[in-house]
């Protein structure tokens, strides 16, 4: 890695981990609007998503999803001071360069977004901006990490308002580490192609026992409860799209889910914080979806 | 010793670890119970607006404000020298700040996470190789008032400072994988 004049060196894989690891406990809000990302920071989101529709629009209206409008982003960046990040269809390089452009913090490579190509991620180790991708297992988020990846979120099954595929994944990636951490040397290999990973990186998960990036969740939280799910089955931080904005009370219930973040593992704040919300996002049966976002993605 | 960790968001769980490094005994702090039990405190980097708000949320801003001005030993790395900091730029009109290092930051002072950066610094009193500094979206502390010694400059800017029990880093030694600033401040504290 390069050093400039003042001695700094930029787009290192630690500061890049490094900020994920700052946004640990925290809540990370889609937002489509200037005025609705200042609503996410005054509730104190960590960071907010800048988009042009959210899931549950992008669901419900179809067609082709791309990255949003720069003019969009622009607005969210000038609204706000905490980290913005966007998204790029999966394995369009390009979109990400413009999004590096544009200065974002992070740039998420989403199954949200209609894929961009159908056997190729994008390489991530080409950026300097750091990148968070989705997975729904560990050879998944491996094969990300491998392809430059400095976040992993669990990809849930976004614009339901429907907590049971977050579930899953979560719980497919901590029990697959959990399962490596036990496995003598041979079992290592045979896991790694088994998940389709590189042996190095099972090596370092089975040694460490757990990722060697922060792990985060995403798609389907609703309600503080919900976020306090995630946090004590092991996710590290949330990403909540629809669940917020197509919410009665957006702001109350953004605070709601900050606190019920922190406070995870507190009942007695859990059930305080979870009174008087108003009407949650509707919320959809997964059975009866055309799409499964969360199987896109290679 | 036993030495708290805010643990409200961020990189709490970083501190920790390197106390457990140091043989420590850690407390992770949610709420004022277990606080007067301190005899140091880690505010870690994070988001500092979310911070703030947990801080009064949670009702520790003011417990925490007391016990650093009956003079506990502190530590504010990034978001925690913003916390400390006296005088505050770029930063949120609603930012509750514990007022106890006479500084002026600016938030965000090097841009967004595209100039977030490495280099090595020299700290005073640090024998050895530099200190590998991590920067993330890092503050800038663009004065240091009367009292407040720099431990170490990057650039031209203060990016180690201390005054009396209170220290403060724009950068992260909990991500450096090296204990050394920590231990520093330990032992200053230790000898309260």
């Not at chain 1, 907590?163 to 979560?170: D, G, K, S, T, W």
Request: glycine share 10%; charged share 25%; hydrophobic share 45%.
């Amino acid at each position: 890695m390069t050093e400039d004049r003042a001695g700094r060196s930029v787009g290192t894989a630690r500061v890049k981990r490094g900020l994920a690891e700052m946004l640990r406990g925290g809540v990370i809000m889609d937002v489509v609007t200037a005025e609705q990302a200042r609503i996410a920071e005054d509730a104190g989101a960590v960071a907010v998503m800048a988009l042009e529709r959210v899931p549950a629009d992008i669901r419900r209206d179809g067609g082709v999803a791309r990255m949003s409008d720069p003019g969009v982003i622009d607005a969210i960046q000038e609204a706000v001071t905490v980290p913005v990040m966007a998204k790029c269809r999966i394995g369009h390089f390009a979109e990400g360069q413009v999004l590096e452009a544009l200065g974002v913090d992070y740039v998420d490579e989403s199954e949200v977004l209609t894929p961009a190509d159908e056997a190729h991620h994008v390489d991530k180790w080409a950026f300097t901006v750091p990148f968070v991708c989705g997975a729904t297992n560990l050879g998944e988020a491996l094969r990300r990490i491998a392809e430059g990846a400095a976040m992993i979120r669990s990809k849930g099954e976004a614009g339901t308002g429907n907590i049971v595929e977050a579930v899953r994944h979560l719980r497919s990636i901590l029990g697959a580490i959990r399962q490596l951490t036990v496995a003598d040397e041979p079992e290592r290999f045979a896991a790694a192609k088994e998940l389709r990973a590189p042996v190095d990186l099972v090596a370092e998960v089975a040694e460490r026992g757990e990722l060697p990036v922060p792990l985060f969740c995403a798609g389907g939280i609703a309600t503080p409860a919900d976020a306090a799910l995630v946090m004590q089955l092991g996710a590290q931080a949330v990403f909540v799209g629809s669940g917020i904005f197509k919410s009665a009370d957006p702001a109350t219930r953004a605070k709601a889910i900050v606190e019920a973040t922190t406070h995870y593992a507190d009942p007695a704040i859990l059930a305080k914080v979870s009174r008087g919300l108003g009407e949650p996002m509707r919320g959809e049966e997964i059975a009866t979806l055309d799409v499964k976002l969360a199987e896109r993605g290679w | 010793m036993k030495v708290g960790v805010l643990a409200l968001q961020g990189a709490f769980r970083e501190h920790r670890e390197t106390l457990d490094a140091l043989g420590v005994e850690a407390h992770e702090l949610r709420s004022p119970a277990g606080l007067a039990a301190l005899d140091a405190l880690i505010l870690p980097g994070g988001e500092s607006t979310t911070i703030g708000k947990l801080l009064v949320t949670s009702g520790l801003l003011e417990p925490v404000r007391e016990r650093i001005d009956d003079g506990l030993p502190v530590l504010g790395t990034c978001a925690g020298v913003i916390l400390l900091a006296t005088h505050l730029l770029d930063g949120r009109h609603d930012q509750p700040t514990l007022d106890a290092l006479d500084v002026t930051v600016r938030r965000n002072g090097y841009g967004t996470q595209l100039q977030s950066f490495e280099a090595r610094l020299d700290v005073a009193g640090l024998t050895g190789a530099p200190f590998p500094g991590v920067f993330i979206r890092a503050p800038v502390l663009e004065r240091a008032g009367p009292g407040v010694e720099v431990l170490a400059e990057h650039d031209g800017h203060p990016v180690l400072v201390r005054r009396g029990p209170v220290w403060g880093s724009t950068f992260h030694p909990e991500l450096a994988g090296d204990l050394r600033v920590h231990e520093r401040f330990l032992h200053q504290a230790d000898r309260q």
